[in-house]
């Protein structure tokens, strides 16, 4: 596709390992952090010299979408769940390897300003927003409220909600959405996370007239809005189409969002 980044190949700066399968990956690349905004995103692999030692292991060679976490003065982060081959590969990692990348990709969270704003996080939702309230902390009151299985998928925010009790309250991050956006007087919410529970974020935000952006996390293949595999229902229930969500989105407005249908 003729606006499509080429693929660049840049060594890993540093990387970071955390508890739970989570490690962040650091890149350098001041061209590529002044093109990055909020809720983008990269498709990223290990490079094939890489994947060519792998072979015999059978180490798949597709790229996968990963969410800008952190970038700042040239510094771009990635901060990723080992959950599949894929995401294993990339685990395997080591700073000077290099890295192969397509980005930045997609469209970007809208900045708001002046504005009381929730962010809403579930499990690997949180680098987007991490990102994104970096940007904006300056010009909004921010409270962020994320949810995880369990501890290991908890990082620094304002209220935690756990599957499992282990911390924070017992039970899915949406059981505090609606006293967080009362007690708070939210006007804007920013989400990202599994389906079930941006769902359920909008029924409760749309009931509060809340501005609410999502950020969508679907399957992609291509990654570069050649495929339609990524496609989700956006429009009214009487004018509707199917937008690509690694190309129109990840980022739409909730009220957008055909939930029935998905
Ligand atoms: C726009 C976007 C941004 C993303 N940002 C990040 C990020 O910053 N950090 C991060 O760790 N992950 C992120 N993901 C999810 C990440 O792309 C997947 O976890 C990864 O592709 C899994 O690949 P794999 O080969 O390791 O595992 P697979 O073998 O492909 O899958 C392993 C397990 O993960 C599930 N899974 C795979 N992809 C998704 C998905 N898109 N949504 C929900 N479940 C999925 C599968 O059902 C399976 O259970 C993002 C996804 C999208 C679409
Ligand atoms: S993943 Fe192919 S069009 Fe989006």
């Not at 798949?60 to 952190?70: A, H, M, Q």
Request: a negative charge; proline letters at 5%; glycine letters at 10%.
């Amino acid at each position: 596709m003729k606006d499509t980044p080429e693929l660049r190949s840049i060594a890993i700066y540093s990387r970071e390992e955390l508890c739970g399968g989570y490690f962040v990956l650091w890149i350098w690349d001041d061209e590529l952090s002044k093109q990055c905004s909020p809720g983008q995103f990269f498709e990223i692999r290990a490079q094939a010299s890489f994947h060519d030692a792998w072979d015999s292991q059978r180490i798949p060679k597709l790229f996968k979408p990963i969410s800008v976490y952190d970038n700042s003065g040239g510094r771009i982060g990635f901060f990723i769940k080992n959950v599949g081959a894929g995401t294993s590969a990339l685990a395997r990692l080591k700073a000077g390897d290099m890295l192969e990348l397509i980005g930045p990709l997609g469209n970007s969270f809208p900045v708001v300003s002046g504005k009381r704003v929730l962010l809403l996080s579930g499990g690997i939702g949180y680098p987007p927003l991490s990102y994104l309230q970096k940007e904006i902390i300056n010009h909004n009151l921010i409270f962020w409220l994320h949810g995880g299985a369990t501890q290991a998928d908890v990082f620094p925010c304002d209220e935690v909600w756990t599957v499992d009790g282990s911390i924070g309250k017992q039970g899915m991050v949406t059981q505090g959405l609606e006293d967080v956006i009362i007690n708070k007087k939210i006007e804007v919410l920013y989400s990202c996370g599994p389906l079930p529970m941006l769902k359920q974020a909008s029924e409760i935000a749309f009931r509060h007239g809340v501005e609410h952006y999502t950020s969508m996390e679907a399957y992609m293949a291509c990654g570069i809005g050649v495929c339609h595999g990524c496609a989700v229902p956006i429009g009214s229930h009487d004018d509707w189409d199917y937008l690509r969500v690694c190309k129109e989105g990840p980022v739409f407005n909730a009220n957008d969002v055909l939930w029935s249908e998905l």
